[in-house]
């Protein structure tokens, strides 16, 4: 069965800094996707990023990119310029290309100061 | 587009009474799922409709809950005869289907069961 892990619970950066938060996944499977989630307090969840594991060139929205590694079956994203309004639970998620759900795993809380 | 829509916001219930949550996906999107998501924890697949077929369902799915689509556009989510760990967030996403298919969330329903 695959399996999302994000190790860091708790991560803080400074505004206008940048930060990295981790994602490892395990799968047996070549068709997959990845996918980088923001859920602020009490909000919805909003899609970040996505990257499909056959395309080798990572992923970049604005401020946001990841480093797939997809040999060490990794994703991490990278938050450049840090700002007030990125704070908020991160999760990374998974999903296969041979069924529709989404894989998540339990999130990292980001904290920016100010 | 006005998002995904989810309705109520809150449920507050008393064991062993049913309930019934709403969703109204992104209008263009076939695809509509529905997650549960604890406190800490990431969201976990509960089941996923394509236009009015119910295609995937997880074991999370007890006989006790059982979801809709009828007409292919918005979803019901009963539980019948709740029980206190039913308390969670519950969440509906939509997709349009292809590639990568990304799935946008709502802002879910809170349950509280007494």
């Known amino acids: 069965a695959q399996t999302v892990t994000q190790s860091q619970p708790e991560m803080s950066v400074q505004e206008a800094e940048t930060v990295t938060l981790s994602c490892t996944y395990d799968?047996?499977?070549?068709?997959?996707?990845l996918f980088w989630y923001k859920q602020p307090p009490s909000r919805q969840m909003i899609l970040v990023i996505r990257?499909?594991?056959?395309?080798?060139q990572n992923a970049t929205e604005n401020r946001f990119s990841v480093n797939f590694q997809k040999a060490a079956k990794s994703f991490s994203l990278k938050i450049s310029d840090s700002q007030l309004g990125d704070a908020a639970m991160y999760f990374c998620?998974?999903?296969?290309?041979?069924?529709?759900?989404?894989?998540f795993g339990t999130g990292t809380l980001l904290a920016v100061q100010p | 587009d006005t998002g995904v829509s989810q309705d109520p916001r809150h449920k507050i219930t008393k064991r062993g009474q049913n309930v019934t949550f709403r969703c109204d996906p992104i209008s263009e999107h076939n695809r509509l799922y529905w997650y549960r998501q604890t406190l800490g924890q990431g969201p976990e697949f509960l089941t996923y409709?394509?236009?009015?077929?119910?295609?995937?369902k997880s074991r999370l799915l007890s006989d006790r809950f059982s979801a809709e689509r009828p007409k292919g556009s918005f979803s019901t989510l009963e539980i019948q005869r709740t029980e206190q760990g039913d308390s969670a967030m519950y969440l509906c996403?939509?997709?349009?289907?292809?590639?990568?298919?990304?799935?946008?969330f709502g802002a879910g329903t809170r349950l509280s069961v007494l």
């Open positions: 990257q499909e594991a056959y395309k080798q």
């Open positions: 998620a998974y999903r296969s290309g041979a069924t529709n759900k989404l894989i």
């Open positions: 409709f394509q236009n009015e077929a119910q295609l995937e």
């Open positions: 799968t047996s499977e070549s068709d997959y996707y």
């Open positions: 996403a939509s997709s349009l289907g292809g590639s990568p298919d990304s799935q946008y």
